[in-house]
Nanobody, 124 residues
Framework: QVQLVESGGGLVQAGGSLRLSCAAS????????MAWFRQAPGKERELVAG????????YYADSVKGRFTISRDNAKNTVYLQINSLKPEDTAVYYC?????????????????WGQGTQVTVSS
């Protein structure tokens, strides 16, 4: 089992930056793809960024591409999401998730470990 704890969320003005962290403990972190999902009020949870087990491949949703960067440090059992040029529409609860696989999946079903979420609020 992998336990995930997100941190780094908060209230930021539009145009600002934020770095989210997801600290993992437990088993098999380095063998798992990792992802960040977000859920805004009234919307479905969506995949915004993913990274495979080695960090050699990444995925970004079109809405965040060019502004968000996912990275991981397997030695520290941590995955990060650097968010730049924040927009009000980025406001959501952001969740870290660990996959069953080494490879990035697009569905919530692909991920069997989830963090508690961290709130990102962007003011205009």
């Amino acid at each position: 089992q992998v336990q995930l704890v997100e941190s780094g969320g908060g209230l930021v003005q539009a145009g600002g930056s934020l770095r989210l962290s997801c600290a993992a403990s437990g088993r098999t972190f380095s063998n798992r793809a990792m992802a960040w999902f977000r859920q805004a009020p009234g919307k479905e949870r969506e995949l915004v960024a993913g990274i495979n087990s080695s960090g050699s491949s990444t995925y970004y949703a079109d809405s965040v591409k060019g502004r968000f960067t996912i990275s991981r440090d397997n030695a520290k059992n941590t995955v990060y999401l650097q968010i730049n040029s924040l927009k009000p529409e980025d406001t959501a609860v952001y969740y870290c998730a660990a996959s069953r696989s080494r490879y990035i999946g697009a569905r919530q079903y692909d991920y069997d470990s989830w963090g508690q979420g961290t709130q990102v609020t962007v003011s205009s």
